[in-house]
């Protein structure tokens, strides 16, 4: 039995797309950035200060989203600073983290990637 292209097509028009229920998009992105080396310095809820008494490496991503829930533009500017890296002299996240910043991660992730782990960090708090 021979099944032309057209009823291929046709067949995976009408299945719509394949979405992932929440949990799995949860797994899937605490993957992608545990693959990515985020989950060295970032956590997903706040921590308290470590054992030495100093802040945590870098913001708590639940922080991250309550501090950019506004903000439109916060998707481009979240991921640029994911790429190239993020500027000491510019942190609002004085005192509460460490002095280190983001390095560029142009290496680990792609751009794409990126984009679609900070989506989903700012939806982490509604």
């Known amino acids: 039995m021979r099944i032309s292209l057209c ?5 995976l028009i009408a299945a719509g797309p394949v979405r992932a ?6 797994a899937a992105m605490f993957k992608l950035a545990t ?3 985020c989950m060295a310095c970032h956590s997903i809820l706040p921590v308290p200060a470590r054992a030495d008494g100093l802040p945590p490496i870098a913001p708590a991503w639940r922080d991250i989203a309550i501090k950019y829930r506004d903000d439109a533009l916060a998707s481009d500017r979240l991921t640029r600073t994911v790429m190239t890296g993020s500027n000491p ?5 004085v005192g509460k983290i460490s002095a280190v ?4 991660n ?3 992730i792609t751009e794409g ?3 679609m782990l900070v989506n989903w960090i700012l939806v982490l708090v509604p």
Do not use: C, F, K, Q
């Not at 009823?7 to 067949?11: E, F, I, R």
């Open 35 to 37: 693959r990515s080396g």
């Open 106 to 108: 142009a290496i680990a």
């Open 7 to 11: 009823a291929v097509a046709a067949l």
């Open 21 to 26: 229920n929440p949990a799995e998009n949860d």
């Open 101 to 104: 910043t983001m390095p560029p």
């Open 113 to 115: 990637d990126a984009r």
């Open 89 to 93: 002299h510019s942190s609002h996240w």
